[in-house]
Every structure is written in C-alpha cells, then in structure tokens.
C-alpha cells in the first residue's frame, strides 16, 4: 500500500507545533477506496519542528524507516519535500501540497500526488 510520506492539511491553527510527536496510520481513502490499518502492519510518522521519518512495522519486529522529509506550514497548505526513500518514489526531492485538519488526537490529510491518485489518510497521535 503507498500512503504519503508526507501531507497538507487544512487547520484553522497553522503552527507546526500541533504536529510534532508521534504519529500511527488508522485508515485512509485512495481514489475512493476506503482502507484500514491491521495490527500487522503499522506505519508511524515522527514529525520534529520541521522535518519528519517515517517507519513501518510488520508482525511487531523493528521499526524500519521507508521515507523522511521536511515540511512547512503556509496558512491553510502543509508543503511536504521527500529527501529519503526506500523505494522508488514520484514524489522524491518535489514539494508536494496538502491540506490537513488536525482534531485533537486525530489528524486528516488529503491532497492529490503527483500520479493524480487522490488520498485522504487519518492518523492518531500515539505520543
């Protein structure tokens, strides 16, 4: 399954500090296609003031790192620029828009990749 290594999110507060700590997937809609998380396959995103590495783990062994980043928040626009990945990825060294919403412990991101596949990915804040 791809997911965005990174996102945009529409919030109405637009500091970056709403996003640092850690972040695990819970589901998400791809082109219409609604997909939930398994206990099997988890995937977290660790977001610092500017930056952010994310990491799979499968079957609860060790935390393998797919993708990492920089971001920056503009009033309703998260820019996310991929710098790692550890796959072939569209969306390496390109700065792509999102828009988030993040609700207390709940974040939504939904943009549209490079490729023209629509996402819209929910993720829980675990930290």
């Not at 999110?9 to 609604?34: D, F, H, M, P, T």
């Not at 390109?94 to 412990?105: Q, R, S």
């Not at 490079?114 to 990915?121: A, H, I, S, Y």
């Amino acid at each position: 399954m791809l997911v965005l290594g990174v996102a945009v999110i529409y919030s109405g507060c637009s500091s970056a500090k709403q996003l640092e700590g850690k972040w695990e997937y819970s589901g998400g809609v791809y082109n219409g296609k609604s997909t939930r998380a398994t206990p099997d396959f988890k995937m977290q995103r660790t977001y610092t003031d500017n930056s952010y590495e994310a990491f799979l783990i499968e079957n609860g062994g060790e935390p393998v790192k797919y993708g990492a980043g920089t971001y920056e928040i503009k009033a309703d626009t998260f820019k996310v620029t991929s710098t790692y990945s550890n796959q072939p990825s569209q969306t390496l060294g390109k700065t792509v828009n999102y828009l988030f919403k993040v609700k207390g412990k709940k974040l939504t991101i939904s943009g549209v990749l490079p490729n023209g596949m629509t996402v819209e990915e929910y993720w829980e804040k675990i930290d």
